[in-house]
């Protein structure tokens, strides 16, 4: 669960400063102190370039190392080549094809050269960021850059698509590794065909690359396994003092979680508490940011009494934690302590992402046992069938996971920059190159971002919980079979029969809205089924101030997704205030506030706790 860019990028497109002379060099260049800075680039750059050798030869017998991935990348395309090999008139249509698109290209530009106005051939999509300097279509040399690349990078996608001769699992293979090497490829990465950079450079002196070269270096002494790239100033958030600042106290913990009992707002609240459960993929404060968008916060002001699951940042000392130790030490010990904390036996359950998947496991398992204390349940963009799980599931295969067993068992746990660089390499285009223009290229330090800091915070996961759920959800899907077993019992979806609220968002990378709807399906008690605009982050804090996207609701019942969103109803804004009016339907009636200090749990400190300060 990582971001899924609601706002875009950072720098590819950039601002226009200056339209006048944008692309001549200034009259203020001074070339001497061009020439310097060109000396301590290259002497800055041959040090980055050494480390950089160094840090892939301390990796390079890794299964998932830069060479590894590119050998598999090759392999794949290569297989799409051969196929399109095989068929020599086919091909030579299609080759053909761009050539006349070159030639098409070329001949207008001569045509605007010698002052006709002429339309492009191939126009940027409408949302594409990395081609709005005006630089891109003023001025010839980058309009014709922009172009061919355009042209080129659509034709290579069209004939990937419908290469004949090779199975689906191999195609879609081949278009995520062509995503990465068009988004890689594109002029506004290149210093030479960016208008922005080049205008940048001139006015500066070349200083903005020398800062670029900084950043990169300090990006690469940050980083673990993987370089990752900032998207945000890290120096401009603090955990406690910025975010997950939702007044609250610390009440249990153990080896996996601490649990966070939340101060009330309201002298009146609804009798049954909500317990959230976070995915441990992620620290849990992407539900409670800065206040304005803090969905604890909200939840707390329509008269909840909240209990968020704080996950562990585990070590190789909790290599051996199982998906099952997570539903008992977890989401169970949680209903345990706040049975008793309050005095009552039912409660309402919260997941979201992986944490909706472990609840959904968790009520199959209490079903079986007859255990009826989770009165309700919110799933937000959680997965229970995997069959239409999204890009990564073609990633996933008994080779893939091996090579990941091995090299967690090596730790004990998988390094969170690995989960980060897989989410980022699903939207390369707005999660990778926007952030590489604009700190290494522009030199420019990243926006301070609450979301962008979250999504940089990452955590470990434990080797046995982890491999269990790649290979026992996403590789076998053996849930949605009720195949799976956890503690001695078989899970069966359909013995869930509480109310439901099933969240699942319009362009969702993650999990998917045609995933999450399907698995909906599995259940048999009333479920509400909502679909949010935006992604798998942004979709969900969306507070109500904001005003931004919509969400749908009241569908006729139907089997797809896309028969239900026929019959929906579309609602401007967010849909906290709708979750909120279903939960307070079903929570009983309104007794007095409770204080977190008043039960037989007595504080151990001040949310937002030790647990989630834990660094990676």
Request: charged share 25%; proline share 6%.
């Amino acid at each position: 669960m990582r971001n899924d860019n609601q706002n875009g990028g950072a720098g590819a497109g950039g601002t226009n400063d200056d339209k006048k002379g944008q692309n001549d060099a200034p009259e203020n260049m001074n070339f001497d102190e061009f020439t310097r800075n060109m000396m301590r680039l290259f002497d800055q750059g041959t040090k980055v370039a050494s480390n950089l050798a160094e840090r892939n030869a301390a990796t390079g017998n890794s299964p998932y190392s830069m060479a590894s991935e590119a050998s598999e990348a090759a392999k794949t395309l290569g297989t799409v080549a051969q196929a399109w090999a095989s068929n020599p008139s086919k091909l030579a249509a299609a080759q053909g094809e761009l050539l006349q698109s070159y030639a098409d290209l070329w001949g207008r530009s001569v045509r605007r050269f010698l002052g006709e106005e002429v339309e492009p051939v191939a126009k940027p999509e409408p949302g594409d960021n990395r081609f709005t300097d005006p630089g891109w279509s003023d001025n010839q040399y980058f309009d014709f850059w922009k172009q061919a690349y355009l042209i080129t990078s659509r034709w290579a996608e069209d004939i990937t698509k419908n290469t004949e001769g090779v199975d689906e699992r191999t195609r879609k293979r081949a278009m995520f590794y062509l995503e990465q090497v068009l988004s890689a490829m594109s002029p506004s990465n290149n210093p030479f065909t960016n208008p922005e950079v080049v205008r940048t450079t001139l006015s500066t002196n070349a200083e903005n690359l020398v800062q670029g070269m900084a950043h990169l270096a300090e990006d690469i002494e940050h980083s673990k396994d993987l370089l990752r790239v900032s998207q945000t100033d890290l120096s401009a958030f603090e955990v406690g003092r910025d975010l997950a600042i939702t007044p609250g106290k610390v009440i249990f913990q153990n080896d996996l979680i601490q649990l966070i009992q939340y101060e009330p707002a309201t002298k009146q609240v609804s009798k049954a508490p909500l317990i959230i459960a976070p995915p441990w993929i992620n620290k849990y404060y992407i539900l409670d940011l800065k206040p304005e968008k803090s969905f604890v916060k909200y939840a707390v002001d329509q008269g909840f009494t909240v209990f968020m699951i704080s996950w562990v940042n585990p070590d190789g000392q909790l290599a051996q934690k199982t998906f099952e130790d997570y539903m008992h030490e977890g989401i169970l010990k949680a209903v345990e302590v706040v049975n008793r904390q309050l005095g009552l036996h039912h409660v309402n359950l919260l997941g979201y992402c992986v944490g909706g998947t472990l609840l959904a496991s968790t009520l199959a398992y209490s079903a079986a046992k007859g255990d009826d204390r989770i009165a309700t349940a919110t799933f937000l963009t959680a997965q229970v069938d995997f069959t239409e799980a999204g890009d990564l599931l073609i990633f996933i295969d008994d080779t893939q996971l091996k090579s990941l067993e091995e090299m967690m068992a090596e730790r004990g746990y998988l390094d969170g920059s690995r989960m980060a660089a897989v989410f980022n390499m699903l939207r390369p285009r707005d999660l990778i190159w926007p952030y590489v223009v604009n700190n290494y290229l522009l030199g420019k330090k990243p926006f301070p971002f609450d979301l962008l800091f979250w999504n940089a915070d990452s955590t470990r996961m434990p080797a046995a919980n982890h491999a269990f759920y790649l290979r026992e959800f996403y590789h076998e899907n053996r849930l949605a079979k009720g195949e799976m077993e956890l503690g001695g019992v078989k899970l069966d979806l359909s013995k869930i029969k509480i109310p439901v609220y099933e969240l699942f968002t319009r362009e969702d990378h993650i999990a998917p809205a045609v995933s999450v709807f399907r698995g909906s399906k599995l259940l048999s008690g009333e479920v509400r089924h909502v679909m949010a605009g935006s992604g798998h982050i942004a979709g969900v804090v969306n507070p109500p101030a904001k005003k931004k996207y919509q969400y749908w609701t009241d569908g006729r019942p139907a089997a797809t997704l896309e028969e239900w969103t026929k019959t929906a109803k579309e609602t401007p804004g967010s849909w906290w205030p709708d979750w909120a009016a279903w939960l307070e339907k079903r929570s009983g009636e309104k007794v007095p506030a409770r204080d977190p200090s008043s039960g037989p749990f007595k504080p151990i400190e001040d949310a937002p706790g030790s647990y989630v300060k834990d660094h990676d």
